[in-house]
């Protein structure tokens, strides 16, 4: 099992919800597999199995919840590849722990739960271990609402490779924006209605003679003005 392609059909076996393939120029990533809670230790133990060490463990806030990562590389295939788990619930935030498949992810868990609160069920030292024990703050990484992005509009977990029926980390649609300088589209009337009758203007009646303008507005054909200087009467 040393391809991307066998190791997208054993996550969706371990009970996965989607398997992305990110960008590896930006990632490093081969596949990210994005798991229920439920199902993370049996992907991690398939994992192991397969020849995989734990890099790390991060996690980070957003608008969907925390999603927490974990990610794994062979050595010896030279594949590089993470499990996501979102955790929606923020008052309560609870992710299995994987400190009895992989001992050394048991720092990495107490980490997240120093700077965003997340408890990892079954850690057996679950403490501090970068803050005071007896420090009264919340969790310093957790991001103020207006602060906070979006997972799906920043769309950094790439192309779905395999994903379930709403998946709720689905990427956004891009939003399409207007060509510069193009004009909104003209309304178009309805199927079958005929276009707005302009009003026509008035004919005069048959035999009708055009109305006679005044006299004052009538000049004789030919007739020149009167040429200034000159006396009257002569």
Not at 139 to 144: A, E, F, I, L, N
Not at 170 to 193: I, L, V
Not at 215 to 226: N, Q, R, S, W
């Amino acid at each position: 099992m040393s391809t991307p392609e066998a190791w997208r059909d054993a996550f969706k076996e371990a009970g996965a919800l989607a398997v992305t393939r990110p960008d590896p120029a930006k990632s490093g990533l081969a596949l990210s597999a994005h798991m229920p809670a439920g199902s993370l230790v049996a992907a991690a133990e398939k994992l192991k199995a397969g020849g995989f060490s734990l890099l790390f463990i991060t996690t980070a806030d957003f608008t969907e919840g925390f999603l927490v990562t974990y990610v794994f590389d062979s050595f010896t295939e030279h594949l590089r590849m993470a499990l996501r788990v979102l955790v929606k619930d923020k008052s309560c935030p609870e992710v299995p722990s994987l400190a009895h498949v992989y001992q050394g992810a048991e720092w990495h868990e107490r980490e997240s739960y120093d700077f965003y609160g997340v408890i990892f069920t079954g850690n057996p030292n679950l403490v501090p271990i970068l803050l005071p024990g007896d420090d009264p703050i919340p969790p310093p990484h957790r991001k103020g609402p207006d602060v906070i992005a979006s997972i799906r509009k920043l769309g950094f977990l790439g192309e779905a490779e395999w994903a379930s029926d709403g998946w709720e980390l689905a990427p956004a649609p891009p939003e399409t924006k207007p060509a510069a300088g193009a004009k909104p589209a003209a309304e178009k009337p309805a199927a079958g209605a005929k276009p707005e009758a302009k009003p026509e203007t008035e004919k005069p009646a048959a035999g009708a003679k055009p109305e006679a303008k005044p006299e004052a507005e009538k000049t004789a054909a030919g007739a020149k003005p009167a040429e200034a200087g000159k006396e009257e009467g002569k």
